[in-house]
């Protein structure tokens, strides 16, 4: 079973609340799932967030959207998904996402657990040494075994709150495998952490979601092709 966990919480230091911020209508973590959710290899996906009161909002957003949730520590954000993994397994193999990637991409998504699967790695992402996808469409996926060694054996700061950090800064210790893409596309940025991001982003949502709920990342890059005052909006590469 490949279980794909998301993790959210409404504390941003630069933008709290993102993940509820509204795009076409709805909290952005519910376009996100959305999308996730046209993913074929994923099994089952569960939200996991923080047992902080702020984060109430969030398990009440997304069970109404039938969406299983997970709550824990706050900054041990490695033990929370092991609590996740606890709860919503058993699972051959997790998907790590982040609640403030409203275009999340199924296909890429599918590719690199994919990749994934077909190399046989202890862990894979499409975030290589050389970024070639926007930030934004980031996938990790790795076994549930690695993933439970990487908290048996964590022992620092990093580790405990970027949830993958002990394991692909240890390549001589797990097996490590990337997916890329033809295109250079590494320094684009579409994800939401500012407000300048969270203006793209509605920008983009208003303009393609009404008439195609599923638009691709081919029709993102088309609509901000079509216009110029998006294209460095907030000073970053956005196509």
């Known amino acids: 079973m490949i279980l794909a966990i998301l993790q959210a919480r409404m504390s941003s230091t630069r933008l709290p609340g993102k993940v509820l911020a509204p795009l076409a209508g709805a909290p952005m973590i519910v376009r996100q799932i959305e999308r996730v959710a046209r993913a074929r290899r994923i099994d089952k996906l569960v939200v996991a967030t923080s047992l902080n009161p702020g984060d109430d909002a969030i398990e009440k957003t997304v069970r109404k959207e039938g969406i299983a949730v997970h709550r824990g520590s706050l900054h041990d954000v490695l033990a929370r998904f092991i609590g996740a ?23 890429v998504i599918d590719e690199t657990i ?12 499409n975030t290589p040494p050389h970024r070639t996808f926007p930030k934004g469409l980031d996938v990790e996926v790795m076994t549930a075994a690695t993933l439970r060694r990487a908290a048996a054996e964590a022992t620092t700061p990093q580790e405990h709150e970027h949830v993958t950090w002990g394991i692909w800064n240890n390549p001589d210790r797990y097996r490590l495998a990337f997916h890329s893409q033809p295109a250079d596309e590494g320094e684009v940025r579409w994800t939401v952490d500012r407000p300048d991001d969270y203006a793209f982003m509605a920008a983009v949502y208003d303009a393609l979601y009404k008439t195609d709920r599923a638009f691709t990342s081919d029709a993102v890059r088309k609509f901000v092709r079509s216009r110029s005052d998006l294209a460095h909006y907030g000073g970053d590469r956005r196509i």
């Open 85 to 107: 993994l606890d709860e919503h397994g058993p699972a051959d193999h997790v998907v790590r996402l982040t609640a403030d990637c409203p275009l999340a991409d199924p296909f």
């Open 114 to 125: 994919e990749t994934h699967l077909e190399t046989g790695a202890d862990y894979s992402s």
